[in-house]
């Protein structure tokens, strides 16, 4: 039990203990507001590496890819565009997107009736072009805002047409040829044919050519032969012979015949068949 003599005494030191309880207290909020603005710094400095990242991504990737809001404003693109529109970033944002590509229905997105199609592109300087498109409709901070990713397919569509240009103008000269031309697979399966060699069979039968060996509508010492150049082109790379032929059509014709191996893009081989009538 303290003597009445202390009181005086502790009353005396009460603003040192106050001061003392108060430094402490200061240190320990000191401390807890440094280690929670570190920690919120570090989320922050992360959130905001996030952002940078996904910048970065979204300004370098290969494909165009614009934002409008609901009426087709764009509000934002990245460098890809630039190319693809052949226009300044600055100059493509606040137009709308029909004037970049006119076809386009942005109420379609909804029913994916514009989504993944080709379609027709315009610069600002005019010029036409075709792209590839992908439009989609998505919720950006609680609004409704329309994204577009576009591709220009101008040369893939150039390629793609050269080729059937090209295969066209192949298809032409092997059915004006009056040789028989034709191409087997490696199940000795013709799978490509010329007119000449169609012509050789009746009418009827021409359906049971493309896909098949054709080798039952022979008799058997000539299939046997057929079948044993075939092997020789594909073990050795070329086979020739001189051989006289029974047709389907009725018609005996003597042929010089050669067949070449190849092989395709995938290195599936094949023999190219050249015959030529020397009756």
Request: include cysteine; proline fraction near 3%.
């Amino acid at each position: 039990q303290p003597t009445g003599l202390l009181y005086p005494r502790a009353r005396q030191n009460l603003p040192a203990i106050i001061l003392i309880i108060g430094t402490f207290a200061t240190g320990i909020f000191s401390g807890l507001f440094h280690l929670l603005s570190k920690l919120y710094g570090k989320e922050a400095q992360e959130a905001k590496n996030q952002r940078r990242r996904l910048k970065t991504i979204f300004d370098h990737t290969a494909d165009g890819f614009l934002l409008t809001d609901q009426s087709g404003i764009i509000t934002d693109c990245n460098q890809a565009c630039e190319k693809i529109f052949a226009a300044k970033k600055p100059s493509l944002i606040g137009l709308n997107l029909n004037q970049l590509i006119p076809e386009i229905k942005l109420q379609d997105s909804s029913h994916n009736q514009a989504n993944n199609r080709e379609i027709k592109g315009k610069t600002q300087l005019g010029k036409v072009f075709s792209l590839d498109l992908s439009l989609s409709e998505i919720n950006l901070n609680g609004k409704s805002v329309f994204s577009a990713i576009v591709r220009d397919v101008t040369e893939t569509i150039e390629a793609r047409n050269s080729l059937q240009e090209s295969q066209a103008f192949l298809e032409l000269i092997m059915d004006n040829n009056p040789d028989l031309i034709f191409v087997k697979d490696q199940k000795f399966r013709i799978v490509q044919a010329n007119q000449a060699l169609l012509e050789v069979y009746p009418e009827a039968k021409r359906d049971q050519i493309i896909g098949h060996t054709t080798a039952e509508q022979y008799d058997q010492n000539q299939a046997d032969q057929f079948l044993a150049m075939d092997k020789k082109a594909f073990t050795e790379g070329y086979s020739e012979t001189k051989e006289k032929i029974n047709f389907p059509n009725g018609k005996e014709h003597i042929l010089h015949t050669r067949k070449i191996r190849f092989q395709n893009l995938a290195g599936q081989a094949f023999i190219l068949c050249l015959a030529s009538d020397i009756t």
